[in-house]
């Protein structure tokens, strides 16, 4: 297989189980305390892995590591964690799996009819899974929107990493950078904390277990792996790898979350699946 290919399958299998993670540190957690303490623990993991410093040249570059820091680690993780106050974790899994659309409008590819149509029979979708959300907890549109705020500034991101691909540094290293300007994008709202977690419930093991698993296997591994697959396959094609995280979300989200599977949300994950399909032909 193309290790492209690989990379990209093997981290969208591990994101599809970040969202059952997030929701189960939900509990203790708020968002920015889950996304602080995932990136911090990704980037000692990426320090150990490789502890050279990366020399770039200048801001002509740094501007780009400065952008990623700001969309893929602090504002799209935000708005998903964010997201599932409100909403399921099946429903936050599959809008973000939108991501791809809005990747390719930032592209310069070419798109045909097939795009727009696939588009349109996913925003479909989302409207469905949005209504089942409502029938719920009229809250739920919040989140909704929240996850599909996020699938907005993946785009940002996928560009952007693309960009950052040319300049010929190792995916550790790259990865370490973003990382860095992310947590720095973080210490704000970390201001305005009382602490971490809820005492010594915070520390309890399937807490430390879920957080080991979003920074290490989600984080400093995935996101080296992303970089690869844009390397090799390119920012649109590998964004496509995302339709594959909403399956694993749902069908992890009934396993061990216990999530109700609605007529609504199974038809409007099968719409918005559906989309990303045929706009990836």
Do not use: H
């Not at 952008?67 to 936050?92: P, V």
């Amino acid at each position: 297989m193309n290790p492209g290919y690989a990379a990209a399958s093997v981290t969208a299998a591990i994101w599809g189980l970040t969202f059952v993670s997030t929701k189960i540190l939900l509990q203790t957690f708020t968002p920015v305390e889950i996304l602080f303490s995932r990136f911090l623990i990704g980037m000692i993991a990426l320090f150990i892995v490789s502890p050279r410093r990366l020399r770039s040249k200048g801001w002509k570059e740094e501007k780009y590591f400065i952008l990623a820091g700001l969309s893929g680690i602090f504002l799209y993780y935000f708005l998903e964690n964010a997201s599932m106050l409100w909403t399921s974790a099946s429903n936050a899994g599959v809008i973000v799996s939108t991501a791809p659309f809005f990747t390719a409008l930032l592209s310069r590819e070419k798109k045909d009819i097939r795009f727009f149509l696939g588009f349109a029979i996913a925003i479909a979708g989302i409207m469905l899974m949005s209504l089942s959300s409502i029938s719920v907890n009229t809250e739920g549109l919040i989140g909704d929107a929240l996850a599909l705020l996020a699938a907005m500034v993946w785009a940002v991101y996928a560009v952007v990493t693309k960009r950052i691909s040319t300049f010929g540094y190792p995916e550790t290293l790259t990865a370490r950078r973003s990382f860095l300007y992310g947590l720095v994008f973080m210490l704000c709202p970390l201001m305005f904390w009382n602490g971490m977690g809820n005492g010594r419930e915070a520390f309890s093991a399937q807490n430390i277990l879920n957080l080991l698993f979003l920074g290490v296997a989600a984080s400093a591994l995935c996101f080296v792996l992303w970089s690869v697959a844009v390397r090799r396959l390119g920012a649109m094609k590998t964004s496509i790898f995302i339709y594959l995280v909403p399956v694993i979300t749902v069908m992890a989200s009934v396993l061990f979350l216990g999530e109700k599977l609605t007529l609504l949300t199974a038809a409007g994950a099968f719409m918005t699946l559906a989309g990303l399909f045929v706009s990836s032909r």
